[in-house]
């Protein structure tokens, strides 16, 4: 009979996803898809530079996102906010002039916000009251907001008669759909901002920490610009591991290209991974994957000393999506064993 008390206790491994929204809940689907299988621990550290007061609510469209896709809340047909949702608040909200006619919430929907505003007026920070949400759904995966401070985007842009204007990023993307001259994105208040501790521990301490395919300017872009989230990936003790978020050249859903556009990044697999750069260099990256149709930016990212792998990278299910991240944790630990 074999003996239990000269068994090693085995050590749960521990991944930190950095994620956007609905790209982001996909990708985290995934990974807990995994993680049921390998047992892993998984945490989500997730953009907060979409929120905003609206209404008299704090709104938090990425942990939201986020949050109903793993809890499989989310309406997969329409592709953001709650499934079997209704919008009878909002039309009253829209008869008294009350907030963005544009930006619609449903009435479940509002529910969390109301809950995240009571939590936030009672005294919890951010990250206490994303906690406290995701505990009704029972999400297998801890999910943090990068920042407990408000550090909104702003977008700036001309208006019709050509005046500059600075507006909320929603609003550009929402109802513009970030078709305007657009000039550049602005952090407000991010001088005086710095990443949780949660979020920071969850970075330095995961054996592998993943950036999920999201948006790399307004999504993972904008955490990075949060004081503290750089230093954390600098510092992380496993390896960091990318996902391109474009495929063949394309977003795959979203306006990525139109982001990466304004911000003068090149917008394909390998214009994104020269944009975060390789850590031994002084980027981010120790390991990069591509889909299969861009073998050979894979190819020349290699020979430039990035670790770089081509698989597929359409999140079409929670079995596809779960293949990516096993490849990219392999690569990652790949690339710390060399
Ligand atoms: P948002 O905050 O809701 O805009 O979502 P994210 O920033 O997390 O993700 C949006 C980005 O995910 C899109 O701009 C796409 O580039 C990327 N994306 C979406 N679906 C897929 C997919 O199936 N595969 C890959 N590789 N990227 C995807
Ligand atoms: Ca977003």
Redesign the pocket.
Known sequence: MASSTSTPVPTRRSVTVL??????G?FARGVRHLARQQDLDVTVVV?TGDDLWLTGLRVCP?LD?VMYALADANDTERGWGRAGESERVSAELTAYGVGWPWFTLGDLDLGTHIARTAMLRDGDDLTRATARLAARWALDVTLLPVTDDEVPTLVDVDRPDGTRDRIHFEEWWVRHRAAIPTHGFVQQGVERASVSAAAAAAIRGADVVLL????PVV?IGTMLGVPGVREALAAARGPVVG?????GGR??????DVCCAVVGVEATAAGIARHYGARRDGGLLDAWLV?EVDADSAAELQRDGLRTRAVP???TDDDATADMARAALALGLEARGA
Do not use: T
Request: aromatic content about 4%.
């Open positions: 994620a956007g929204g609905v790209g982001g996909r953009n990425d996102s999920a395919p999201s948006n999504s996902v391109a978020p474009v495929i977003p795959v859903r979203g306006m990525a889909d990278l359409w999140m």
